[in-house]
């Protein structure tokens, strides 16, 4: 025993007239895991209820963020406590920080920054559907300095929050999930275009996922070189591009099979050849 008190006694240096001792450094460390501990059993109980709450998932991630931020703040405060560090002696420290942060670090800050913009205000939310430039897909998680998207082909794409704010960017979800869609197809010249028309609504009505309002509508578009043009216009609620080409490629197969029963033939593309001047056969001598 006398021996680990002398251990425990044994001084290591001396901060603002306080001496640290092995013994004092050992209790600092054993509160600081307790703590630790404490913290990572808060976070998975929190991290649970809200996941059982009926709350968005981005509103989950922010109050889960804020909570860490906050826990991360009470434990330095604790450590310079019981270190009985005062305040005053970063100073110079943080003012030096700054100047790094303002010359060096600010695509960062402004990345962190945009990051919970995005989170507080919720133009971009976890599962929204977004198009930006060329590259579609979905919102997966939203960082402190990018976004996570998964492209329609299956591929991640990290995305800066700061791009987000500052580019323009077509969220296809962020009031509803209504979305309009239209199926082209032309007719032979001579077809009956009443009849026409209600085999194309019809087969618009009849699909299960298309809305009642707005109605479908059929638009008779144009007088083409080769068919009579019509527009289908419906709305259906979709989360992404693949449930608008899934409903319009059935609409299509309804809309072929109604032709066919009724006679109506789908537009090809005929060409007249009007030939000048006498024609000639020269046949190859052997």
């Known amino acids: 025993m006398e021996n ?8 290591l240096f001396t901060i603002n007239n306080q001496v640290y001792t092995v013994g004092r450094l050992a209790l600092i460390v054993l509160l600081l895991l307790v703590a630790f501990w404490l913290f990572r059993k808060s976070n998975n109980f929190l991290a649970t209820r809200l996941k059982q709450s009926e709350l968005p998932a981005d509103m989950i991630l922010l109050l889960q963020r804020i909570y860490v931020i906050i826990a991360l703040i009470v434990l330095a405060m604790l450590v310079l406590d019981l270190l009985q560090v005062p305040l005053s002696a970063f100073a110079f420290v943080s ?3 700054a100047i790094g942060v303002g010359f060096g670090a600010q695509n960062i800050i402004n990345n962190f920054i945009s990051g919970w913009i995005l989170m507080w205000e919720r133009p971009i939310r976890i599962g929204d559907f977004l198009e930006i430039g060329d590259a579609k897909g979905v919102v997966e998680t939203i960082n402190t300095r990018s976004t996570r ?3 329609t082909d299956g591929v991640h794409m990290l995305v800066p929050n700061s791009q987000l704010l500052e580019n323009m960017v077509v969220n296809w979800t962020l009031i509803d999930n209504r979305t309009r869609s239209i199926v082209r197809v032309g007719v032979a010249y001579g077809s009956p275009i009443r009849k026409v028309e209600e085999l194309i609504l019809r087969a618009t009505d009849d699909h299960p996922d298309t809305l009642d309002d707005p109605k479908p509508v059929v638009v008779f578009e144009d007088f083409g070189d080769n068919a009579l043009i019509f527009d289908s216009y419906f709305w259906i609620d979709a989360v992404g591009e693949r449930d ?4 319009r ?7 072929s099979d109604l032709f066919d029963e009724a006679g109506i033939v789908i537009a090809f593309p005929q060409r007249d050849v009007h030939l000048d001047g006498k024609l000639e056969l020269i046949q190859k001598e052997s």
Do not use: D, H, T, W
Request: without cysteine.
């Open 244 to 247: 608008l080409r899934k409903v």
């Open 149 to 151: 998207i998964r492209r």
């Open 95 to 97: 003012g030096a920080i």
């Open 4 to 11: 680990l008190q002398e251990v425990a006694s044994y001084q």
């Open 249 to 255: 490629s059935e609409v299509r197969f309804a809309i």
